[in-house]
């Protein structure tokens, strides 16, 4: 079983639309969660990442983890067409190892 | 802040050859630095961590003597990936972390080496 699951997409969304993106993970003695976003032939940059359980918002985005499901959401509202991107899930127990999931591909068609 | 460049960005070289890989933080200083190699459509996968000073940790899987790394400073960490074969080709991609800079486990990326071995 991989640490870190994630569904790879592509998934197509029309402008404007409410994004849901989502992940499970397995090791539950890890307490960071993080959202990276890369693009094409670049480096992942952080997005958001969160502590624990609960939702922490960022502008359009919200970050949300379910510790009883092992779950983590990322959810982008009024997505807009630079939002498109592949989206990685990660999780970390402290300042080494981050596991990441496969990411996802957005595509936001204007 | 917390810029982490890489160089070169992209790298063709012949099977056999050894490549260098440069991953700089520009303007703080990196506790620790990782190194990735992320496959098309594939997750990123930690190969190594390097503290400043120390040998790198080797993820389980990765030939240390293959895939060399020296973090001999604390902005500068470099990979050698020694006789080069064409299922090196990957994108390699480096991180760094600073205790000091913050404290929510965040690493900095750089922009990731493209290597392709012919």
């Known amino acids: 079983q991989k640490e870190v699951e994630q569904d790879p997409g592509p998934l197509s969304v029309p402008e404007g639309a409410i994004v849901s993106l989502n992940c499970t993970y397995s090791?539950?003695?890890?307490?960071?969660f993080m959202w990276y976003r890369q693009y094409s032939r670049k480096g992942p940059e952080l997005l958001m990442y969160?502590?624990?359980?609960g939702n922490k918002e960022d502008g359009r985005f919200t970050a949300q983890v379910d510790k009883s499901s092992k779950y983590i959401s990322l959810f982008i509202r009024d997505s807009q067409p630079s939002d498109s991107a592949t989206y990685l899930c990660?999780?970390?127990?402290?300042?080494?190892?981050?596991?990441f999931g496969t990411g996802t591909k957005l595509q936001v068609i204007p | 802040g917390a810029v982490v460049s890489q160089h070169p960005s992209r790298v063709i070289c012949k099977s056999g050859t050894s490549v260098k890989i440069e991953c700089r933080s520009l303007?703080?200083?990196?506790?620790?630095m990782f190194w990735y190699r992320q496959f098309p459509k594939k997750s990123l996968m930690l190969m190594a961590t390097?503290?400043?000073?120390?040998?790198?940790?080797?993820e389980q899987g990765v030939e240390k003597d293959k895939f060399l790394i020296n973090h001999a400073s604390l902005t500068l960490s470099t990979l050698t990936v020694t006789s080069a074969h064409p299922e090196d080709s990957s994108f390699y991609i480096c991180?760094?972390?600073?205790?000091?800079?913050?404290?929510?486990?965040?690493?900095?990326f750089g922009p990731g080496t493209r290597l392709t071995v012919l």
């Open positions: 991180s760094a972390s600073s205790i000091e800079r913050n404290g929510n486990n965040e690493q900095f």
């Open positions: 090791n539950s003695a890890f307490q960071y």
């Open positions: 969160t502590y624990s359980s």
């Open positions: 990660s999780q970390s127990g402290g300042y080494q190892k981050v596991t």
């Open positions: 303007d703080f200083q990196a506790t620790t």
């Open positions: 390097s503290n400043e000073g120390s040998k790198a940790t080797y």
